[in-house]
């Protein structure tokens, strides 16, 4: 296939997945706020500071208050990563590849940016409908997926699908986690308390991962909840999952076997992950978790600029 | 009731007659849309549109910052031609092809033509489309114009007259495929009592076009496209798409070796055909405009040494010169020894003096164009223009005579158009499109396209022009 238009299938993807994380990230914040009868402001800029988007806020906003940062991730056309233009730019390389891609995915699509185009500006009215909003841009980038997944022959693209979409993810739950881990940790006085506990379960419905979590953990710690987001194996927006799929990808991509490799990327990620098969949390906690997600997040990006030094710069 | 009111206002109507009866053709239409209520049709109307915008059907407006896509409106009445007429019409705009494309192949070869005095040579190498670099080429198959779009219209008294031909690259033909889905949706009754001759195997006979014009067995097609910004990319992605081939930006491609190819996730990978929409001076850096990124650099001396065949043709873009379009009827004399079954409209050209002056003088009863224009740029209209417009555009006619044609002034046919809730009477023409590979295939129909404004005999998408879905029967 075109290497652009793998590298086109490969950001649509991101961009799908970033506008996803998003409006999870905001809708369980301002559920979260809803429960804390503390100074909010202090509670919503830690997530611009998980986008890395901050200086770009603090030059175009005084204070962090709920409605700019909500506004900010999702309809500001001027910050790079907001929900809108992660769906511009989605839908744009959906355009320059729509022979690649089935009617019914474009639609999704094209109907997703049609629907919130209009939209310039949360109003005061609007907070009341806002989880409905966040939660129907959730369900149209699952539209997605699954239409991605249902209509398009699991070649190539669809390789360079994935490949987009779990790298975002595994960047999204790196960052996720070390935000929360931060702000989270220095309340140790409070462990064990409710507060501590929805703060903790919020972290947890960042990823969507409640749910799941409860399956397999009966207590709600930090070290569980980060062995579950990093270490799991079969936990879909866990690291080491993603890691695990993009490796599974890129093999299929090289037809190289399974012991030995074809291209710089391809070793990367194989590194890392057997790493991580061997790594245990009480390690990851004893050598310091902000300093192990922080060499994580920077791995993750020279896989993402290795795999486009491999396939989209011939 | 949508129809009692209709009024023809003495124009040639292509559903009424003169005398306000029905044509044959249009019965079981009429009597369709009578027996429906008025809230029905535009009930179908509202779904038909948002059927185009959900498929993302639309066409970019330069300049329109605010707008920048729109759906090409689309009127649900169609166009409806008779089998009988459309014999003529094909057989017409086939001789056509056969004569220009002699043409073409001949001014960039012996130039018989030109020795035999039919077309001045300064008429031919003053024209923009004229590239000397083509001089000696001679394309695959002796086919230059691979797809043509030629406009028709119909006048006063009703006869066709072909108003201009396309031959670079022209476009319309996605809107033709997907306004047929749209109305079989729309009226599926009306099709089988009909029996409308079916278009959607045109992909089909495009790419078996494409493959002709190569020598392997299975050959690597390409669609080049200039990008998203183009007014057209959604054509370009719907044709690369129903043909099943990859469509390509220049800088998907490049030259090694005298050879074309495009970059592919597994290397370098060459192509044999490309369906090239970019007009010829874009196409190369290195032998045209140096400033185009559109284009690779390069494959023009690949289209040379016979290593890549393009379609159309570089150097086609001759023979839209408006100039040139005055001596079609020439060339069909002079190459095939037949009259011309469709004839040009009557055309002045400003380069001879006698028609310089008499354009000059009767400004305000003709329509002016460009011999290079498209789109409705660069064109005027007499009778709906100020004095102020009129004055200066005598000026720049003068100041570049051989740039310039003039016709007089059509009463293009007009059909009933839904306008808000009622039918109304609206110009039209027509853009059949015309392959030419093994044989030459002219799509039974083309692009209906109409002037939505009252009064208007502008079509165009750019300048607010609609389109209509176009049915041969039988």
């Not at chain 1, 320059?96 to 940016?113: D, L």
């Not at chain 1, 409640?210 to 070290?223: L, V």
């Not at chain 1, 993009?246 to 194989?270: N, Q």
Request: net charge negative; aromatic share 10%.
């Amino acid at each position: 296939m075109l290497s652009r238009v793998a590298e086109s299938v490969y950001w649509m993807n991101r961009y799908m997945e970033r506008a996803e994380n998003y409006s999870r990230f905001l809708d369980v914040n301002f559920q979260l706020s809803l429960d804390l009868n503390e100074d909010s402001n202090r509670q919503w800029m830690p997530l611009v500071y998980t986008t890395g988007d901050n200086e770009l806020f603090s030059r175009k906003y005084n204070i962090p208050s709920k409605e700019n940062v909500i506004h900010f991730m999702s309809l500001d056309i001027e910050n790079p990563n907001s929900i809108m233009n992660c769906l511009i730019r989605a839908r744009e390389n959906a355009r320059t590849v729509r022979e690649n891609i089935s009617t019914p995915m474009w639609e999704v699509i094209n109907e997703f940016y049609l629907t919130i185009k209009s939209k310039r500006k949360f109003e005061e009215s609007d907070m009341p409908g806002i989880a409905e909003f966040f939660k129907a841009i959730r369900n149209q980038c699952l539209l997605f997926y699954g239409c991605q997944e249902a209509t398009i022959s699991h070649d190539e693209v669809w390789h360079f699908a994935l490949l987009g979409r779990l790298l975002e993810r595994a960047d999204k739950t790196t960052r996720i986690l070390d935000m929360k881990y931060f702000i989270l940790l220095p309340s140790r006085e409070e462990v064990g308390s409710t507060l501590d506990l929805i703060q903790w379960l919020s972290l947890l419905k960042s990823a969507s991962a409640h749910e799941m979590f409860n399956r397999f953990y009966t207590r709600i710690t930090p070290k569980n909840i980060a062995e579950f987001l990093i270490l799991d194996k079969i936990f879909p927006r866990a690291i080491r999952f993603c890691l695990s799929k993009t490796f599974d990808s890129l093999k299929i991509l090289s037809g190289t076997d399974k012991d030995s490799y074809g291209d710089e990327t391809e070793k990367r990620v194989g590194v890392l992950l057997s790493e991580m098969n061997y790594a245990s949390i009480d390690e990851i906690f004893s050598s310091g978790m902000h300093e192990y997600l922080d060499q994580l997040q920077v791995r993750l990006n020279g896989i993402a600029a290795q795999l486009d030094e491999t396939y989209f710069r011939n | 009731m949508l129809l009692t009111n209709y009024q023809t206002d003495s124009f040639y109507d292509e559903m009424f007659s003169e005398e306000g009866g029905i044509r044959q053709s249009y019965h079981i239409l009429k009597s369709r849309i009578e027996g429906m209520d008025d809230k029905e049709l535009l009930k179908r109307k509202a779904s038909a549109e948002k059927a185009l915008l959900s498929l993302g059907i639309t066409f970019n407006v330069y300049g329109d910052e605010e707008e920048e896509e729109r759906i090409m409106p689309f009127d649900i009445i169609p166009r409806i031609v008779t089998s009988f007429e459309w014999k003529k019409m094909e057989e017409g705009l086939k001789q056509r092809i056969r004569a220009l494309n002699l043409f073409i192949q001949d001014i960039y070869g012996d130039e018989k033509i030109i020795k035999d005095g039919v077309i001045p040579a300064e008429i031919v190498y003053s024209s923009s489309g004229y590239l000397k670099e083509c001089k000696g080429i001679k394309p695959p198959k002796g086919i230059w114009i691979h797809i043509t779009g030629t406009d028709l219209v119909r006048d006063g008294d009703g006869q066709m007259l072909v108003l201009e031909d396309n031959l670079r690259c022209p476009s319309g033909v996605s809107y033709v495929l997907e306004n047929r889905e749209v109305m079989k949706k729309t009226f599926p009754e009306l099709f089988a009592s009909l029996s409308v001759r079916p278009i959607y195997d045109y992909p089909i006979r495009l790419r078996g076009m494409l493959e002709h014009l190569s020598d392997k067995p299975n050959p690597n097609i390409g669609v080049l496209t200039p990008g998203i910004y183009n007014s057209a990319y959604y054509e370009h992605s719907f044709l690369a798409s129903r043909m099943g081939v990859p469509l390509v930006e220049g800088t998907d491609l490049t030259v090694r070796d005298d050879k074309l190819y495009m970059r592919t996730t597994k290397g370098l990978k060459q192509v044999d055909v490309l369906y090239r929409r970019i007009d010829d001076t874009f196409m190369d850096p290195k032998t045209f405009r140096k400033d185009s990124l559109l284009g690779v650099p390069g494959i023009f001396e690949v289209f040379k040494k016979g290593n890549v065949a393009l379609a159309n043709a570089p150097g086609t873009g001759v023979a839209d010169d408006k100039v040139i379009y005055s001596y079609v009827p020439d060339f069909i004399k002079y190459y095939l020894g037949e009259e011309p079954i469709i004839p040009n409209v009557p055309t002045y050209l400003c380069s001879r003096e006698k028609d310089l002056k008499y354009v000059c003088e009767n400004i305000g009863n003709l329509v002016v164009k460009a011999a290079n224009g498209a789109g409705g740029y660069g064109m005027i209209i007499g009778p709906v223009a100020s004095e102020k417009e009129k004055e200066e555009f005598v000026e720049k006619v003068k100041a570049d005579p051989r740039n310039y044609i003039a016709q007089p002034v059509l009463s293009l046919s007009r059909i009933p158009t839904l306008i808000e809730d009622k039918l109304e009477g609206r110009h039209v023409d027509l853009r059949p499109f015309i392959l030419y590979g093994e044989e030459i295939y002219v799509m039974p129909g083309g692009l209906t396209r109409v002037a939505l404004r009252r009064g208007s005999l502008v079509v165009n998408s750019s300048q607010g022009g609609g389109s209509k879905d176009t049915w041969v029967m039988g």
